[in-house]
């Protein structure tokens, strides 16, 4: 089982396999991201299709509906009364002057005339399907798919007028399968106008939740149009159309396809240059590409160096020099940071060793990993070296970042242990991170560095140009000293020593120096203010 974790795991450390596993998924996303964006445009133009139909049939239904009315009216106004020459002229007539009245008919208790004698006329012995205060309505008076048969009569007295179903289907294009119902008794029956027969209620959920016009359902789109009389409701129902893949997704998918190669092809290409540099920093460890230079840090009042950084730099063969913001976070996520943390330590005390014992007052700090906060073997390491030189604990100080402080009572822990034998703790570029002053007040800390971005802010009207004057004054009420990081300018430095900052590093005192030269600044007493120069980094 373990053999084949491992050999699982391995997997995915292959460049080209994940290359591969980034091209199928980020191509799989695309595609299905494009589809549902097709889909969901499809289904959008289907609802508003649907929309502008029932809307349409509806405004045409309300004309028509409104001359079977007035025709009623005006047979019912006129006084003439029975079944003879003169009545079937005027029922003609109302005919000629309405285009929607197909057929028109008086009836008493002994006679039935209408303007089409010859047919069969209209069905009149059934009950209406709504007998409304003024006007009954049939519907459906006839199944027959000749279109000058009667479909819709409305009556009012003695006076019936109908609309064929040719009518009808003129005022809107139903497609196949398609219905217009009108449901009566409170939503329990329908009876198709226009269409095939329909189920009703609908076998999907019923009644709707919503109160919108337009109801989708999986198979049908149900339009309810709104009427004034609420007897009788008309509803239009249509089959939803087949979900067509639109064409223009059948571009998207060899435009996915070529977009989720180059995906793959990029992480390829990252993992590749990442596990090339990964083991380009091992050789380096074991070559000798590393080294330790030193960025001295002055005494604001007197110009006096006082101590120094260790920083790491990476100067490959050729002479560059690999950025630390892109091999330190490698170190850190494989675990070599643990071993260059020990190459400085050791590194330091063979270059500084003589110089930190000729000088009991000059102090070299060094940057610990978030791995080295969070066990005591830092401390181990370090008082075997210094047994070795011959070297103070007070002389090595220690800087951590607010990042780096994960859990702050096992870093509290360790930092103290480190204390308790003499080390300085620094916290590094304070402020850029998440470390409130209730945690502050608890960890053993003897000095704050200001981070250089809240230096350069200093005279500036930026949003943080109050951050270090801020930190300033909280150290002090907590007496902790400062360190001034990035101090590049006379001007900064005047308006730090004004602050009460006793400390400061940057490139107006010097750049970071080599062992040599750094040895050769404290050895000879130098103070770059009478010097009127920088030392600059010639490594």
């Not at 009703?200 to 009389?229: F, G, H, S």
């Not at 220690?398 to 780096?404: A, D, M, N, P, Q």
């Not at 404290?522 to 009127?532: D, F, K, N, V, Y």
Request: proline share 5%; aromatic share 8%.
């Amino acid at each position: 089982m373990t053999a084949a974790r491992e050999t699982f795991r391995s997997w995915f450390h292959r460049p080209w396999f994940l290359g591969v596993m980034s091209a199928v998924l980020s191509a799989t996303l695309l595609m299905a991201g494009s589809l549902f964006v097709a889909i969901h445009q499809l289904e959008q133009n289907e609802s508003e299709e649907m929309n502008a139909q029932g809307e349409r049939f509806l405004a045409r239904l309300e004309q028509l509906f409104g001359q079977l009315r007035e025709s009623l009216d005006d047979l019912e106004a006129q006084p003439l009364r029975g079944c003879d020459a003169e009545m079937i002229a005027t029922l003609q007539q109302v005919t000629f002057n309405y285009r929607f009245v197909y057929e028109a008919a008086y009836m008493d208790s002994s006679r039935i005339c209408s303007n089409r004698p010859r047919q069969e006329g209209l069905s009149l012995s059934r009950s209406p399907d709504i007998k409304g205060p003024t006007y009954s309505y049939w519907l459906n008076t006839t199944t027959e798919p000749d279109e000058n048969r009667a479909a819709l009569m409305l009556g009012r007295g003695n006076f019936r007028v109908a609309t064929s179903r040719g009518h009808l289907t003129d005022m809107v294009d139903l497609s196949p399968g398609s219905s217009l119902l009108v449901v009566l008794d409170h939503g329990t029956r329908a009876i198709p106008v226009l269409g095939s027969s329909q189920i009703w209620p609908p076998v999907e959920a019923w009644p709707p939740k919503t109160r919108d016009a337009l109801q989708i359902t999986q198979a049908r789109l149900i339009y309810r149009m709104p009427t004034d009389n609420p007897e009788y409701q008309l509803v239009l129902i249509s089959p939803r159309s087949g979900m067509h893949i639109p064409a223009v997704w059948w571009w998207l998918l060899p435009a996915s396809l070529v977009l989720g190669i180059c995906v793959g092809f990029l992480v390829f290409l990252l993992v590749q240059q990442r596990q090339s540099l990964d083991a380009e920093l091992t050789g380096a460890i074991r070559r000798g590409e590393l080294q330790v230079l030193y960025q001295p840090i002055f005494d604001l009042d007197s110009r006096n160096c006082v101590g120094a950084e260790a920083l790491l730099r990476w100067r490959r063969p050729d002479g560059t020099l690999t950025s630390p913001d892109l091999f330190i976070p490698m170190a850190e996520n494989t675990g070599q940071i643990r071993q260059m943390t020990d190459f400085v330590l050791q590194r330091l005390l063979e270059q500084l060793g003589q110089l930190l014992r000729a000088n009991p007052q000059l102090y070299i700090s060094v940057n610990l990993a978030a791995c080295d906060v969070m066990v005591p073997r830092i401390g181990q390491v370090m008082a075997r070296l210094l047994t070795l030189h011959r070297v103070a604990a007070r002389q090595i100080a220690f800087e951590v970042t607010e990042r780096g402080l994960v859990d702050v009572v096992v870093a509290r822990e360790n930092l103290q242990s480190l204390r308790d034998v003499g080390h300085q703790v620094l916290i590094d570029d304070f402020g850029t991170g998440y470390c409130s002053l209730a945690y502050l007040q608890t960890l053993p800390v003897d000095c704050l560095k200001i981070d250089k971005a809240f230096i350069d802010a200093l005279g500036h009207d930026a949003a943080s140009s109050g951050v270090a004057p801020h930190i300033i004054h909280m150290a002090q009420s907590l007496h902790l000293k400062v360190i001034a990081e990035g101090i590049e300018h006379e001007a900064q430095a005047e308006f730090l020593c004004s602050e009460g900052v006793k400390f400061g590093q940057g490139w107006l005192f010097a750049h970071a120096l080599s062992a040599v030269q750094f040895i050769e600044l404290i050895t000879r007493g130098r103070r770059l203010a009478s010097a009127g120069r920088r030392l600059d980094d010639e490594a």
